[in-house]
């Protein structure tokens, strides 16, 4: 359990870069290094996952429910200063997928509402297996992923069959497998995904066929 004493990083995206300057990659985040803007990969984050600001409780969850968040700040692109000093937004955070996760679990049961604008439904429609709340907090997630990356309001969406697939498959490799751990531990994440390949596909298996696994 992370406790008030786990120290909040903070990183600066860099706005109008397009892709990572070791890599090459194209990346939703480029953060601001001394070697340029890097993806999340290269500048070392790559156990972690961009969480766009625009819900406070699910941050302020996500944040205490991080080993190692990371707050993302841009320079404002507006022409205020203040005494002449570059001012900057809060973009969103930086966390653990299955923080992110474990955080929209628990707005949900606070809220007591179910889904996220249909999303769950398609999940629980493709995956009869998957537990009812944990489809809800995959959906939860997948809308916050995607209201970030389009900017537009939640009641828009499509999601599709292989979004759904996507969003699933994520949400298992980081909560049904130890692949943050090893990550985490140093391993490539290529290596990592190869190694838990397994267990990932015989969970989406089962959910599909309607089965639910015991956590074993
Ligand atoms: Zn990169």
């Not at 320079?75 to 203040?82: A, D, N, P, T, V």
């Not at 190869?194 to 309607?210: H, I, M, P, S, Y």
Request: hydrophobic share 40%; net charge positive.
């Amino acid at each position: 359990m992370a406790g008030g004493d786990v120290r909040v990083r903070h990183a600066e995206q860099v706005p109008d870069a397009t892709e990572c300057a070791k890599c090459a990659g194209a990346s939703d985040v480029l953060l601001r290094t001394t070697s340029g803007a890097m993806c999340l990969d290269c500048a070392g984050f790559a156990h972690l996952e961009f969480l766009p600001a625009g819900s406070a409780a699910l941050t302020r969850r996500a944040v205490k429910l991080s080993r190692s968040p990371v707050v993302v700040m841009q320079k404002s692109l507006r022409r205020f200063r203040y005494r002449g000093q570059s001012m900057y937004e809060r973009q969103g955070i930086l966390a653990e997928p299955a923080a992110i996760e474990a955080a929209a679990l628990a707005s949900l049961a606070d809220a007591g509402v179910r889904g996220s604008d249909g999303i769950a439904e398609r999940i629980r429609e493709h995956f009869p297996g998957c537990p009812t709340d944990r489809a809800d907090a995959i959906a939860l997630h997948t809308a916050a992923r995607l209201r970030g990356r389009s900017r537009q309001r939640l009641t828009t969406f499509e999601i599709g069959p292989d979004a759904v697939r996507r969003a699933v498959t994520a949400s298992i490799l980081h909560v049904d497998t130890h692949y943050d751990e090893l990550v985490k531990a140093g391993v490539d994440p290529d290596t990592a995904r190869t190694q838990v390949f397994d267990r990932v596909e015989n969970v989406l298996r089962a959910w599909r066929d309607g089965v639910s696994l015991l956590d074993t």
